[in-house]
């Protein structure tokens, strides 16, 4: 299974990035897709979530700004961020969870990460 994320880059205070994140590889169920950050010297913080049924979970410090919605294709999902402040400067983790088909066990990927630079 591969996780990888596109997107991130260098935005002005108040601007907008979008960040996509693909999951691909053997027959499997994605079970929660989602993104979470990191900033040097900090524990990773849990962004934005999305499970199979469609429910979403959304840090307190992005609810309003940030979006999380499923891509056009197969096992893909973006997260639109909005109204960027210079605190949301991280580097940015795609996250899943998947269950091959036919099986209750679930495991867990991680994407290599996307650097989030907003300037003030």
């Known amino acids: 299974v591969q996780v990888v994320e596109s997107g991130g880059g260098l935005v002005q205070t108040g601007g907008s990035l979008r960040l996509s994140c693909a999951v691909s590889?053997?027959?499997?169920?994605?079970?929660?897709i989602g993104w979470y950050r990191q900033v040097p010297g900090k524990q990773r913080e849990l962004v934005a979530l999305?499970?199979?049924?469609?429910?979403?979970n959304y840090a307190d410090f992005v609810k309003g700004r940030f979006t999380i919605s499923r891509g056009n294709a197969e096992n893909t999902v973006d997260l639109q961020m909005n109204s960027l402040k210079p605190d949301d400067t991280a580097v940015y983790f795609c996250?899943?969870?998947?269950?091959?088909?036919?099986?209750?066990?679930?495991?867990?990927?991680w994407g290599q990460g996307t650097q989030v630079t907003v300037s003030s």
């Open positions: 999305i499970n199979s049924g469609d429910n979403t």
């Open positions: 996250y899943a969870t998947i269950s091959p088909v036919g099986q209750t066990s679930a495991f867990q990927y």
């Open positions: 590889g053997s027959t499997f169920r994605l079970n929660v």
